[in-house]
């Protein structure tokens, strides 16, 4: 009973989503619909350039800002290098200045003025190896992200040229979808099935026609007033008539004809006898 009631409210989601398929697919088939959706992804994929774009941006600001950082540690390493080197050089003065005062070597490593300087100097080159290995780091850096940075231009070029594809797409499938329609519109036209319900209605007034004609035929026979039927008839009549006619002087013709004529010599018999004198 409850796979009964299961299948029984699957198959009516599934007619119901069938329907709103159907419906989709015939809406899609609209020109409009089809131009909007193409304004909807081409809206979107114009807002994915736009925050590609910002991303290139911040990473080249980035890049920006590790290069000046690069320029300001050369210039400081420049800097403790000439620090680097006068501290030697003033090491060296100082030891010299002692060695012709007759102080001995050992002696001079301890003196405060040429500790001062050595300190100096492994301090300043200290500095500069730290400097240094941030330099290198920041070279590698910039020159990653320069690469990226490029690659990602690539990309969004290829964006761009994708967009204006879907641009030209959209104008070619409007275009296809307005002509397809109109020329199904012609062929309806050219086979009879038109939307103007001209065919239907001429053959409905044909049938019309015929069903009257038919009623008044049937009308003149019961009436007894088929007017063609009483010419057949008197057209016979005169037929019958004409042959009989033409039969009975064939057969009685002679002897019709004598009958006058004996009547007329009696008659003048009869005329001369009167005019006889008494």
């Known amino acids: 009973m409850a796979n009964g009631i299961t299948r029984f409210f699957k198959a009516i989601w599934y007619s119901i989503s069938g329907r709103a398929h159907r419906q989709a697919d015939k809406l899609m088939e609209d020109p409009d619909a089809v131009r909007g959706t193409y304004e909807d992804i081409i809206r979107d994929k114009k807002g994915n350039i736009q925050r590609y774009k910002e991303a290139i941006g911040q990473l080249m600001a980035l890049v920006e800002q590790k290069r000046l950082s690069l320029k300001k540690l050369t210039d400081e390493v420049d800097d403790l290098e000439m620090k680097k080197a006068g501290a030697i050089a003033k090491a060296k003065s100082t030891a010299s200045e002692l060695q012709k005062s ?36 920041l070279e590698e850096d910039i020159e990653r992200a320069q690469g990226d940075i490029e690659s990602h231009k690539a990309q969004i070029l290829d964006l761009q040229r994708d967009l204006e594809k879907i641009k030209t797409e959209q104008s070619e499938t409007y275009a296809d979808l307005v002509t397809a329609r109109e020329q199904e519109e012609i062929a309806d036209m050219l086979s009879g099935i038109s939307m103007d319900g001209t065919s239907a209605e001429l053959t409905r007034m044909r049938e019309i026609r015929e069903k009257a004609k038919g009623r008044s035929r049937v009308a003149q026979e019961l009436a007894g007033t088929d007017s063609r039927a009483e010419e057949d008839e008197f057209l016979a009549a005169a037929r019958e ?29 009869k005329e001369s006898d009167s005019e006889l004198p008494l």
């Open 241 to 269: 008539s004409a042959a009989s006619e033409e039969f009975d002087s064939l057969i009685f013709g002679a002897q019709q004809t004598d009958a006058p004529k004996e009547t007329d010599d009696s008659d003048k018999e």
């Open 102 to 137: 007759g102080t001995a070597d050992e002696e001079i490593k301890q003196h405060p003025e040429y500790t001062r300087c050595v300190a100096a100097f492994n301090d300043f080159h200290s500095t500069l190896e730290e400097k240094n290995a941030r330099i290198d780091e």
